[in-house]
């Protein structure tokens, strides 16, 4: 195998990084202790045996893996990790870790919060420095700047560890036909939103009494802080693009609980002619972000964890929406999300090499889960589906683009009034197609590359992933290799593509988000094809998760018997009513039902956000009258699903599931499509994620091996 001059430069980057980026507090080390010698912690069991040597902050994530936590509770009461942060001269670090072993008297609570100043130490080192907006300087180079000095929160501190990574490691030789960049960003930090809350006497209001809209609609009437409304008024009289405002929460893309998709985004085209027009639709959308704090989606996912709704502090990142202006539209060529770890690997792909979705237009289609393409990066043509017939069938045939001429009322941010679904002709018309999309010719059951006229036109990026037309492959491979090196986890990255116009200019990839991904941290030894089928409800071989789950009782599930996907929206409400009730009686369940939970396209499956469904512990998809639907939920969905630690069983055939056994279950609650159900015994979910094989036993079962 020959190795080209840039694929060794690659090489050479990764390397740097994994020997040196990530110890990089070895070489101050060197120089404070003699002989090349650190300061170390020996850890011993009871029987004063040695268990572990701590000699880096690094080595902590190895001792979480390895060690009883039991004993590093113990360690960590007697001050021992915090003197010995100070003796290396980590004094922030040191200053958290004391406040940690003082006040966490729950084990569970302090591991948890343990890896998370893990994840802000690795953040910390890999992250770029943000200047303060200034008004005198508009310089378009300067990419991330910051209005308070707060903490930036999740998204924006993703966005400058992407920052980071960028200026360090990818040099403009690797990919002289690609530009690697992040989006022109201001950043609101959090005491902005203490100053507005304050200021307007927000935080004494009862948020579980108000609607949704009664909250935004208290948050418009009230003023935004002044110190911030000079640089907010300078950003925008020299701002005419597309703009996003996000929510940036304190809370959201933690590693242990990431609130991904919780919050509201409000997108517009910002192109009035009236500066104070555009002033005013900037300050309603942050506005409206602030409010989405206490929506009651944010209220019920936080109330399923540890944490508490006054936990969370809302800065808010301000972007340039990644596109290309096509007449009245605006929108990138491509928009992908790639993970360095896939749940769902096909054929010879493993989970660790990852899994891209590509989406033609905005990237609305991915994150809510509707039609995309995927594919495994380190073997990206490998097929993902049997033939191109198949394929045809679930193939992008609509995408998302902002509409310029569209008209944001205060009252109503629905993004659906800024976001319009065009067809793949419209795409055709502004020339965005050529490199994009393939052509089937049915004569010959065949895929080509390019646009035919006597075929279909098929959105596969066939031209850039099949024949390197764009080194899109590649340089996603090292994006997701060095972020996750550099943040010790997988990493989930959310990017937006523009080919020009002009084959003068280079492509461009335009990094939004980054965020960890939550991967399941132990494997429980199970034989599952030991287990009689005789005794399963449920068997799925594509199930995602590890582990068992012991004594749930309730069954929520779909009648397939009355349901047809054209209802799919319908049963949405219905769903959410049976959940919150089970939630307030704590009563966890497993939530049945065909086609993709979390797609919003009704077509593929039931609509749900996970609010509505947050209380399931197990969630099993369904055959739907034989028809073959993709598993692929939403990025958001999917995120919020693998952090909640759910369970997910794909059953494949109707032989897989034990209806009879089911409609002879005592019934709780019934409606037009959905019945809650409960059993005289507990259940048992056992599903082994080293082979991707789960199912629901219907009592237990008295087997030597899987217990």
Not at 587 to 610: E, M, N
Request: glycine share 6%; aromatic share 10%.
């Amino acid at each position: 195998m020959v190795i080209s001059e840039k694929e060794q430069k690659i090489e050479e980057i990764i390397q740097k990084i994994t020997g040196k980026k990530i110890h990089a507090n070895q070489n101050r080390l060197a120089k404070t202790f003699t002989r090349d010698e650190y300061l170390k912690i020996f850890l011993k069991d009871k029987n004063d045996k040695e268990i572990f040597c701590i000699k880096k902050i690094d080595d902590f994530e190895i001792l979480l893996k390895k060690a009883d936590k039991g004993i590093i509770f113990d360690y960590a009461k007697k001050n021992v990790f915090s003197e010995w942060l100070k003796n290396i001269g980590e004094i922030e670090i040191a200053k958290k870790f004391l406040h940690l072993e003082t006040e966490t008297a729950n084990l569970e609570d302090f591991i948890n919060q343990l890896k998370n100043i893990i994840e802000d130490y690795r953040y910390s080192i890999n992250q770029a420095p943000i200047s303060g907006f200034s008004r005198k300087i508009d310089d378009p180079l300067v990419k991330i700047t910051k209005i308070g000095e707060g903490a930036l929160g999740g998204k924006a501190r993703g966005l400058s560890f992407i920052a980071k990574m960028l200026s360090k490691y990818i040099t403009e030789d690797m990919f002289p036909d690609l530009k690697i960049t992040i989006p022109r960003s201001i950043i609101l930090s959090t005491d902005i939103f203490d100053i507005f809350m304050d200021h307007n006497n927000l935080y004494g209001l009862d948020f579980n009494q108000l609607s949704d809209q009664r909250i935004a609609a208290k948050f418009m009437e009230k003023d935004i802080p002044a110190i911030i409304i000079g640089d907010l008024r300078a950003f925008i009289k020299n701002s005419r693009k597309p703009l996003i405002v996000r929510s940036s929460g304190l809370l959201e893309d933690s590693l242990m609980q990431p609130f991904a998709g919780i919050y509201e985004s409000v997108i517009f085209p910002n192109d009035s002619w009236e500066t104070d027009t555009r002033f005013q639709e900037i300050c309603n959308s942050i506005k409206y972000v602030y409010a989405s704090t206490y929506f009651e989606k944010a209220r019920t996912y936080i109330k399923n964890t540890p944490k508490h709704i006054d936990d969370e502090k809302m800065a808010v990142l301000i972007q340039e929406v990644a596109g290309i202006k096509h007449e009245n539209y605006f929108y990138p060529t491509i928009s992908g999300v790639a993970k360095s770890y896939n749940y769902y690997p096909s054929g010879p792909c493993k989970p660790e090499d990852g899994i891209v979705y590509l989406a033609l237009g905005l990237g609305k289609s991915i994150v809510d889960g509707g039609s995309s393409f995927a594919f495994c990066p380190e073997r990206p043509k490998a097929p993902i589906f049997g033939t191109p017939k198949e394929y045809m069938k679930y193939a992008q045939t609509k995408y998302y683009a902002l509409n310029l001429k569209s008209i944001y009322s205060f009252a109503n941010f629905n993004e659906k009034i800024a976001l319009e679904k065009l067809d793949i002709n419209d795409a055709k018309k502004h020339g965005v197609l050529d490199k994009t999309v393939s052509t089937y010719i049915r004569q010959d059951d065949q895929i080509y590359p390019g646009i035919y006229e006597n075929g279909y036109i098929v959105v596969d990026f066939g031209p850039i992933i099949n024949y390197d037309s764009l080194p899109l492959v590649k340089a996603l491979k090292l994006l997701l290799k060095v972020s996750e090196i550099a943040l010790g986890y997988p990493v989930e990255i959310e990017f937006a593509v523009n080919l020009p116009k002009e084959e003068s200019e280079p492509a461009e990839i335009v990094i939004l988000q980054i965020r960890n991904m939550v991967t399941p941290e132990k494997n429980i030894e199970i034989n599952i094809d030991q287990i009689k089928r005789e005794n399963t409800l449920f068997y799925s071989e594509n199930a995602l998760g590890n582990g068992i789950i012991e004594n749930l009782k309730n069954i929520v599930y779909i009648d397939q018997g009355l349901f047809d996907l054209s209802n799919s929206t319908k049963v949405v409400n219905q769903i959410k009513n049976i959940n919150n009730k089970l939630m307030d009686e704590n009563k966890p369940y497993v939530l049945v039902g065909p086609g993709r939970w979390g797609s919003t396209d009704p077509w593929l499956g039931v609509p749900v956000i996970w609010s509505d469904i947050a209380g399931a512990k197990v969630i099993v998809e369904t055959p739907y009258k034989e028809r073959h639907i993709d598993p692929s939920q939403g990025s958001h969905f999917f995120h919020d699903m693998i952090a909640s630690q759910v369970v997910y069983l794909i059953t494949k055939k109707e032989k897989d599931i034990d209806w009879k056994w089911i409609k002879k279950q005592k019934v709780i609650e019934e409606t037009e499509f959905i019945k809650h159900i409960q059993t005289q015994k507990p259940l048992k979910t056992i599903v082994d994620g080293k082979i991707g094989k789960g199912l629901i036993l219907k009592q237990e079962v008295k087997n030597n091996k899987n217990k």
